[in-house]
């Protein structure tokens, strides 16, 4: 069941092009990892000396508490967290030529095409330094998925669901006050049918596989680490 994708990768040339050179056994096993079929037991932790790539896929819908959940989970545990709508809006601020037209699909709820947004992560995981990756608010449709996929050469380790219900979300997105275009009513509805057309059938496609963990993201933030907290307790090897 916890199976990596078999195809020659480009997460490993961009792991094995961000490698010290003194590092080559570091180096080899990315190589092992990612470019080859390998069976890789369901236990499988982070904290292994051999420092392999380890994804996590942290989704759920707008205002579902990804963010806040994905500062703590650094805090406790060392991943690089990686926020697809932060990297996003950081390109528009950055005035690169698709900015405009990422500015266009954030305002509209929309979701901006996959190569754009995956080449983005890949830089980030690039130049991170780690191994340990929280990827939030990524992949939100299947096309995202697949284009992660195909690119990366990688499947996540497991996923995290925020399940919180949407009169829940509106309220929080409401009241986010960080000033971001797509935080108003109107966009939040188109967020909302967005999520539910194209990021659930990722959820549950990973789900089928057994790679999603379900929180309930209702409660204090403390009370929703608890949970966090006991799933990435279990992978910690
Ligand atoms: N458990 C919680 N209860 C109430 N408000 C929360 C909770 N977790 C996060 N928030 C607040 O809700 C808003 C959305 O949270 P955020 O982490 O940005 O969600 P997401 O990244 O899923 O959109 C923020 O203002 C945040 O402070
Ligand atoms: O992989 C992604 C992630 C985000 N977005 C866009 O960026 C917006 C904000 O995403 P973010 O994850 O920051 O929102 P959150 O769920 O945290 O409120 C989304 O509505 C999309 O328009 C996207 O197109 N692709
Ligand atoms: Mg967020």
Not at 129 to 138: A, C, V, W
Not at 182 to 191: A, F, G, V
Not at 210 to 225: L, M, R, S, Y
Request: charged content about 25%.
């Amino acid at each position: 069941m916890w199976r990596r994708v078999a195809s020659h990768s480009s997460l490993f040339s961009a792991f094995k092009s961000s490698v010290p050179k003194n590092q080559a056994a570091y180096r080899f096993k990315f190589l092992e990892v990612f470019s080859t079929e390998i069976e890789t037991p369901a236990k499988e932790g982070f904290s292994s000396r051999e420092r392999v790539p380890f994804i996590t896929f942290v989704l759920g819908g707008p205002g579902s508490g990804k963010g806040t959940q994905c500062a703590k989970i650094v805090e406790s545990f060392g991943f690089t967290h990686l926020s697809a709508g932060d990297l996003l809006r950081k390109e528009i601020s950055s005035n690169s030529d698709k900015g405009a037209m990422i500015l266009d699909t954030i305002k509209e709820g929309k979701i901006v095409p996959s190569e754009v947004t995956v080449n983005l992560i890949q830089r980030a995981i690039e130049s991170s330094g780690n191994y340990k990756f929280l990827i939030d608010g990524f992949p939100r449709s299947e096309e995202n998925r697949i284009a992660f996929e195909r690119i990366m050469g990688a499947e996540p380790n497991f996923v995290l669901f925020f399940d919180c219900p949407e009169d829940e979300m509106v309220k929080r997105v409401l009241s986010r006050n960080q000033g971001r275009v797509d935080d108003n009513i109107d966009t939040i509805k188109k967020r909302l049918k967005v999520f539910v057309a194209l990021n659930l059938p990722v959820i549950n496609y990973y789900s089928e596989k057994g790679k999603v963990h379900k929180i309930n993201a209702v409660g204090t933030e403390d009370e929703i680490f608890e949970q966090v907290l006991r799933i990435f307790s279990a992978y910690e090897s």
